[in-house]
């Protein structure tokens, strides 16, 4: 069954792409981190938490899973916005909590220690920066592990005596998160009318990987950028975030702050939501500014199917507008393409 791994590992990113910055040792923000205004997302453009807080939280759309009209609900948010914010949703808050807790331990050792874990050029697993940087010409704010099935290997290497810990909570929050996103694909596609069989892969052989995100409290907040904005390549994204820090872009309002909201996940959908869907359910452009005080961290769980499977518009649709590929060739084409990965396969 493809893997995560044997995607990526073709389309090797450069080591120097790979390497984060040494944050711990880091007491102004050097020039290779210093974003220019007028790049494509003017940080002056912010809808400032601090002056929209409220508004932004009654905008996106929060979701209560057991709510009778789930499916509607879910189905609308997905049309119109691409993310929403969901409550009731079953996943402990003491096991978020301890997750939060694990990846803070992680990224609180020494940059010697989280060095020897370093995801290398053609991998998929480990520390290192995220794979959207080898596209832009200055470098994030932020440091990230990537885990794919068992995280025991790097977690031996960080902790030779005691990894047991950090492997038990990921790996149950891996098992937990992979229920929820079935249960939310599920819903989703009740929405879309279309049904599991029309797949051509079972939602229970769906792949997955837990992202865990660093953001260090920066000397200089406003001259740089965690996470440049992007949209996500796989099917859906459900996140926990510690502070505040995420925005999704908005035709026709600019960038919204994704307010955090205690006990709730954020579900955003991917590039390959948007092409099953035949562009019904569109991938969502976000972005992640940092802050001054806090060490934000945020834990993403992406789903989608083994990478050797075929994905293309569901056969109701009229009127494909992508063409039909293996998830495989998606991830390499958004490897070289990146953000125009879906004008690529767009059937014109
Ligand atoms: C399972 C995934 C999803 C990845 C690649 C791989 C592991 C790391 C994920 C991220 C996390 C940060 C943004 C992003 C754009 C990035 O650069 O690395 C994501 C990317 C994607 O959605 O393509
Ligand atoms: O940190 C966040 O809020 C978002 C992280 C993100 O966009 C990602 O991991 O793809
Ligand atoms: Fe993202």
Redesign the pocket.
Known sequence: MGTLSEAYKDVPMRLKHVIPLDFESTKVVPESHIWPETENFPLSDHILPSDDNEKSKSWIPVIDLMAPNVVELIGHACETWGVFQLTNHGIPSSLIHDVEFQARRLFSLPTKQKLKVLRSAGGATGYGA?RMAQFLTKYLWHE?FTIAGSPVEHASVLWPHDHKTFCDVMENYQKMMKSLAHQLLLLMLKWLEVSEDELNWKLSMSQDAL?L?S?PACPDPKSTI??AP?T?SMLM?V?H?SHE??QIFRDGIGWVT?SPIEGAL?V?LGNLMDILSNGKFPSIQ???FVNQIRH?I?V?Y?CFPPTDSQVAPFAKSECPIYSSLTVKEFLQIRAKHMEDALSVIRIK
Do not use: C, E, I
Request: no cysteine; hydrophobic share 40%; net charge positive.
């Open positions: 995220a990230g992202q995100n953001f965690g996470l992007h996500d994204t996140l975030q820090g995420l994704v954020v955003n976000h972005r992640v934000r945020s993403a992406f």
